[in-house]
């Protein structure tokens, strides 16, 4: 078969793929998607209260108390408005998604929500409590040995099923609306609009696609604000290394142990240049930030809240030596419910070789002197 130059065709060829259906489909689909977030209230900004000699206010907005609770409704939202509006996602076809669970669990909300089937390919480590939700929204679990098999794995099944692989590892930067629109930035300052120090000193994210990091550095910047943005990265990353050595090559050879951050590669929704400052944070030292939360404010959060919260301490810290006053920000990413076998398991942390206590004992030391 030869194939006509359409440059040389003497005549006129028009071709219409226009459908009714289609568009109507679409347009169903996205009002759904819509009135979902017009039925949700904006989330808290909890403060978490330190010496008040400090002179130093730390807040945890707290994106567990969106109605799938994690940081990932937000994001589940914006991949599908954006796919949607792009026409990748079709009537009866499965929407697939390489996950390490909370997005799953949000996009199968979010499927189930208009009408698509749902499919996650994830690590068999990921907790059961995600599974049961996923499977809850009517998801379906496809199950992969080591994590970073998740991206051909889930193209492949999309390939399969002529779905659509939603890919949040490319697509979270660019499918949020980072100038505004309430995006996660937009609402932190507007909400702190009557404290004491309303322009934060830093803004603390973590990062697993790289999305929330990525709206927040922009949004500062585009507000021609003076925020900085910080990253705290888990145990067995390669985000921390890659921004370091401006490296994006950069990988690790185990999966990260804080489920929802610190991934394997650098992702594409990871922008390094817009992020001001890094901190590894070590695992153990995630879980001990969760244990002392929950004596503070009497809340359990997931394993990567830790990772974020203490790295803020370690900024009050600093602030604190430097005699520096105004307020620090981090997220509270997910509730500790889903990790009560894991974070919150004394034979899970033993079994992991974690050594929570010594950094228990530095958190205290931290409460009583403001040196961490
Ligand atoms: C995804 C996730 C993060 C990080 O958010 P990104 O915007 O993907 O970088 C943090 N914590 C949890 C629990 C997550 O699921």
Redesign the pocket.
Known sequence: MTTQNPGRSTVVEDINRYSDDARRWTAEAIKAVQADAQRSADTHMIRVPLPEEWGIDLYLKDESSHPTG???HR?ARSLFLHALCNGWIRPNRPVVEAS?G??AVSEAYFSRLIGVPFIAVMSKTTSARKVELIESYGGQCHFVDSPDQVYTVAADLARETDGHYMDQFTY?ERATDWRGNNNIAESIFDQLRLEPHPEPAWIV?????????ATLARYVRYTGRTTGICVADPDNSAFFAGWRDENPDATTDRGSRI???GRQRMEASFMPASIDRMMHVPDAASIAAIVLLDRLIGRKA?G?TGTGLYAALKIVSDMVAAGERGSVVALI??GGDRYLDKYYNADWLREEGFDVDAHTARLDEFMRTGRL
Do not use: F, R
């Open positions: 994690s940081l990932k994001l390490s909370s997005t979270a994210a973590t990062a697993g696609t790289g999305g929330t990091s489920e929802g951050i997931g990567s990413c997910d």
